[in-house]
């Protein structure tokens, strides 16, 4: 038998002694509580007992110690001390030292319940222990805290979420909970052992008291599951959007109305199956390679028509591969558990793939408690190790007032050139609710990066889960909007669902980190920097003159009839003209408008259920193009050609010799028409925006020896 003996002081150790009248067979020890957190004391006790059953241990109710909590009510030292090794599932006899009775110590705090527990008995003062036999003594070691009793009730009885530490409660909270999630999916990635199972900062939180209850109270006790039906939904996900794709290339493959499919068709066609084939997710016994290889069908020694029925084949292959993966996902709960870690470690890894040896994506991380584990967490999900400061830089300096704030952030920006900027909403730890999202300091910091830096992603995290928040921080420009999760969120659900919140938030924060950091948003981050240099840049459109066509093209006209001879000559003179006034201006209008529709399309379709609805995927495309498109009109000056009877169509650009112009502008024509727009695609989009930012620097008629350019 052991006895565990627990002071303040030194001086106290000889109280101890007297026990030794009890018999040969009973040691003791015994733990200074002086200097040291209550947390501290309790796993230095346990350490005491460690294969010790038949062990007693003696706690007095006044105590000194180092916790904050306790240094203006001593007297519930103690019963915290009890708590403590509860908690850390010390089971083993309690014997505390109090002139109280039990009564009087649960009426005078509720919070002292755990005094009522199995387990745990009284005892005046600690000389009785003398007239204690060792009969009587090894029948006290064996009245311990029964496993099956649970402890949650007697934890209940006083813990409250504290009001004004919410904010601060929020980031410590998210941090353990990412933690333990990776913890289960790449345990060889976290450096943290089993004394200090989490960044320092946290490990520290988790020596207070409540904090400790709000651990053991609310923490998740099996993930497992949890991952599997994250798996399952990533995977519907997918399904649902490879459906929508062949749906979509069967359209494609077998034209539209009376149109007949050509061999370009055929030709778009693989294209855009190759794309799907790449993008899809590879996962365990679904590997890419078993889908069709369609990189070598395209052939020129086949007819269109035999190409064309090819197609037809292949996609009823796809269609069977597709009801494959459908019953493969319903019946992805009879997997095992170390399985679906495994899937669940191959998406991430797969999300990760933004991130290789050689091209890493560089983030900012601002945010006022990113030292307190968030920074060090966040990057083991984005990399899996931590990574050195110009990969991932972090900003946690908010002494500055909003403006200078702002002001010494943009030129961080500006040189650390970050892909990706984590914005946290509350720079400046305000607490209580605030309707007013952009009065918060991280809301004002994000409209100072979109003015000056409108295309760089920037992604809020935050402990607010609001929803107007959210609808505000998209408006103020925010590209992505992620909930540290809190205390208060875990406080309203049960195991399972804090499970599944835990696994599905650790998910959505690495899925917008993948698609913020991707090429789609890439286009998004161009376009952006393009808009914001456009009106202090100089084009060759700006004169508002067109040198073509020459003179002798003019008089050496072939055409049959005078009238006509002489009307199309009128035609090509005015050509010289075209431009009108206020162009640039114009045009800005537009960018700014295909800016915000870009956004919107991006948005929808990768940041919030991941996927349109059928009906829905073309919409944007097709808008985006067409506004685009129109910057065509005002930049061969359609309206004032119009005023001198030069019918403003596509002649205008063919007479001009405006190869890429009038290649964009039959495009635009496409998106105008149901039929056509109703194909449209990111591709189309992205190759829309690239060529117009290609036709907007570049002279797209003359080079300087004033020939025609063949190669626009």
Known sequence: MKL????????????????????????????????????????????????????????????????????????????????????????????????????????????????????????????????????????????????????????????????????????????????????????????????????????????????????????????????????????????????????????????????????????????????????????????????????????????????IE??????????????????????????????????????????????????????????????????????????????????????????NKNEELSMDILGKINDFKPDLVLLDLRLKNEGGVQTKVEELSGAKVLQSIKQEFPGLPVMITTASNKVWSYRSLQRLGADAYWSKEGLDIAGNLNNEQRNDFSTGNYLDFIECIHNLCGQKYGLLKKFGEFKKGFEKKVFWWESGRWTYPQQDKIDNIKINGNRKKEQHKKFLKNLRGGAQTGTKSNIQNILNEVYFLLFSYLQHSMMGNGFYEEEEEWFYPSLIIQQLGKCLEIIHGFESLAAMKVKPTIKVLYEREDKLGKSLYRKRGDASHINKAKNLQYDNVKEFINNMVKYFDNLPIYNQNQKIREDV
């Open 4 to 307: 565990i003996f627990t002071y303040d002081t030194d001086e106290l150790k000889g109280f101890g002694k007297i026990v030794t009248t009890a018999g040969e067979d009973v040691s003791e020890s015994h733990v200074l509580t002086d200097n040291e957190h209550l947390y501290d004391v309790a796993v230095k006790i346990k350490k005491e007992i460690v294969d010790q059953d038949d062990a007693i241990i003696f706690i007095p109710q006044f105590l000194d110690c180092e916790d904050e909590e306790f240094k203006w009510l001593q007297n519930n030292a103690g019963i915290a001390l009890i708590k403590f090794l509860r908690m850390l599932e010390v089971r083993q006899h309690i014997v505390l030292i109090t002139p109280y009775a039990k009564l009087q110590l649960i009426e005078e705090n509720p919070g002292n319940l755990i005094v009522s527990s199995k387990g745990v008995s009284f005892m005046s003062y600690l000389h009785e222990v003398k007239d204690i036999s060792l009969e009587k003594l090894k029948e006290l070691a064996k009245k311990t805290f029964d496993e099956k009793q649970d402890l949650k009730p007697y934890l209940l009885a006083e813990f409250r979420l504290p009001e004004d530490e919410r904010h601060n409660w929020a980031n410590w909270w998210g941090v353990v909970q990412l933690v333990d999630v990776h913890r289960h999916i790449f345990p060889q990635e976290i450096s943290f052992n089993s004394s200090q199972p989490y960044p320092a900062k946290i490990n520290d939180h988790l020596k207070q008291l409540k904090s400790r209850q709000a651990l053991y109270l609310y923490n998740r006790v099996n993930i497992d599951k949890s991952l599997a039906q994250q798996i399952v939904r990533f995977y519907e996900r997918q399904l649902k959007a490879w459906d929508y794709q062949i749906d979509s290339l069967s359209t494609r493959i077998q034209g539209f109305g009376k149109k007949e499919p050509s061999s370009a068709d055929w030709k778009d066609y693989i294209s855009y199956v190759n794309k799907v084939i790449e993008d899809y997710p590879t996962f365990n016994q679904w590997e890419r390679e078993k889908l069709p290889s369609l990189k070598e069908l395209y052939n020129a020694r086949f007819t269109a028509q035999e190409q």
């Open 310 to 399: 090819n197609g037809k084949k292949i996609l009823a292959e796809l269609k069977d591969k597709s009801t494959e993966l459908g019953e493969y996902i319903r019946n992805y709960s009879f997997r095992t558990i170390e399985s679906t870690k495994d899937d669940f470690k191959d998406i991430i890894i797969k999300l990760r793939s933004i991130s290789t040896e050689n091209v890493k994506p560089r983030i900012l991380h601002i945010d006022d408690q990113a030292q307190q584990g968030w920074a060090e967490i966040f990057q083991l999900i984005i990399y899996g190790k931590k990574q050195e400061e110009k990969t991932f830089s972090v900003w946690s300096n908010m002494e």
